[in-house]
């Protein structure tokens, strides 16, 4: 404390004041918006397909996330109708360093969900699901 002087009880409970309240905003998002506090780290940007999309069968499954993501501990599955699970292990290795991308088998028509768990460079691991639909290919 002496090294700091006497400005420094002063600083430091400024410091602890905002740190309380960036603490508390936090809090107050995840309550509104539902999400785990310990689980804000590694989101979904983008997909594609996209959450709730109906497209004709994607041939590749793309995740973006809003950080880096140790991608040998990532673990996507893909649940088709009659809750048939594929897990996707194939990922592509030239992926940027925040994305997930799968080549897909080929997909009948129907509802799909993919469950992802990932864990970003700082540690936390974060868990969801979107959903999508292959249209039937007649018009
Ligand atoms: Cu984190």
Redesign the pocket.
Known sequence: MRLVGCRGPLWIGRAALVLGLVVAGWAMVTWISGIPAAS???IILESSPKHQETVAAPSRLMLRFN?RIEKKLCSVSLIGPGQTTILLLRQEPDAPSNMLIYQLPVLGPGAYRVKWTVL?V???VTQGTLVFSVADGKP
């Open positions: 804000g780290h590694a950080s970003a700082d540690g936390h």
